[in-house]
C-alpha cells in the first residue's frame, strides 16, 4: 500500500494500462480482462487487476496530466514492480490526414515542461517510446486493419490552452497529436530502465474542430486496448 494505491504488494501486475479516466479503467477491466479484482480505489482512482490470454495485467487509472500521472507510475514502478506501463487514451488530432478513431502510436512526446523538469534543469531531454512495444503496437494495428499514425505527439500541461502560435508550430512540424500524460511517463520509464508507450484515440481535431460524441468514445477505444495488450505480450 502506498499513499495514493491501496493495493497490497503482489496485487498489481509487472505490466499496468494507464487511462486517464477511472471509469475507463473500470470499463476496460470488464471488458477485456477475465478474473478481475478491484486493487485501488483511494480518492476514487480505480484500478483492476485480472488476466489476458493467460498475463496478469492491471488497468489503473492515473488522472489527467502529468503531474497526477506521475504520482501513479512512480508509485507503481517503485512500490510495486511495474514494468511495462501503457498510457491509453484519447488525444487531439493535429494533421490533416489524422481522423477521428484513428490511433496514434507515440514514438516521441514534445513538451513544454513535466514535473521532471526539476530533475533534468537546463537539459532538453527527448522522451521517446520503448522500440519493443512500438513494433508490437504497430504490427498488432495492422494485424487489426485500424488506421494507425506513428510519430511524435505533443504533450501539452494546460487543457485550455490559449496558444495558436505554439500549436500552428506543432502542426508545422509534423505532430500527429495532443495529449497531456506521455512526456512524463517517458521519461519516468527511461529513468527506472521500464518500458512505456502511448497508444491513443484520437477523439477530437484541433485544425477540423471534429469530435465524438461521448455516448461513442467507449465504443472507439475497443482497438486501443487491445493493440496495448497484444503489444504488452509480443515478443518481436
Request: net charge negative; proline share 3%.
Amino acid at each position: 500500500m502506498t499513499i495514493h494505491i491501496g493495493a497490497s504488494i503482489g496485487e498489481i501486475a509487472e505490466t499496468v494500462l494507464l487511462p486517464g479516466d477511472p471509469y475507463r479503467a473500470k470499463w476496460a477491466a470488464e471488458t477485456f480482462l477475465t478474473n478481475i479484482r478491484q486493487v485501488n480505489n483511494v480518492r476514487g482512482m480505480l484500478g483492476f487487476t485480472g488476466e489476458w490470454n493467460g498475463h496478469r495485467v492491471t488497468i489503473q487509472g492515473s488522472g489527467m496530466g502529468m503531474p497526477s500521472l506521475s504520482i501513479y507510475a512512480n508509485e507503481l514502478i517503485r512500490d510495486f514492480g511495474a514494468k511495462t506501463l501503457i498510457r491509453i487514451g484519447s488525444c487531439g488530432g493535429m494533421q490533416a490526414d489524422v481522423k477521428l478513431r484513428d490511433v496514434i502510436l507515440a514514438m516521441t512526446s514534445t513538451t513544454l515542461s513535466t514535473p521532471s523538469r526539476g530533475i533534468l534543469k537546463e537539459l532538453n531531454f527527448a522522451p521517446c517510446a520503448d522500440w519493443s512495444l512500438l513494433q508490437a503496437a504497430a504490427k498488432a494495428a495492422q494485424d487489426k486493419g485500424t488506421p494507425t499514425h506513428i510519430g511524435g505527439i505533443y504533450s501539452s500541461d494546460v487543457f485550455y490552452d490559449e496558444r495558436p502560435d505554439l500549436n500552428e508550430q506543432m502542426v508545422r512540424h509534423g505532430i500527429l497529436g495532443v495529449e497531456m500524460e506521455a512526456a512524463e511517463l517517458y521519461i519516468l520509464a527511461a529513468r527506472h530502465k521500464c518500458r512505456a508507450l502511448a497508444v491513443l484515440t484520437v477523439s477530437d481535431h484541433l485544425l477540423t474542430g471534429e469530435a465524438l460524441p461521448s455516448e461513442d468514445r467507449e465504443r472507439s477505444f475497443g482497438d486501443m486496448v487491445e493493440i496495448a495488450l497484444q503489444a504488452a505480450f509480443t515478443q518481436v
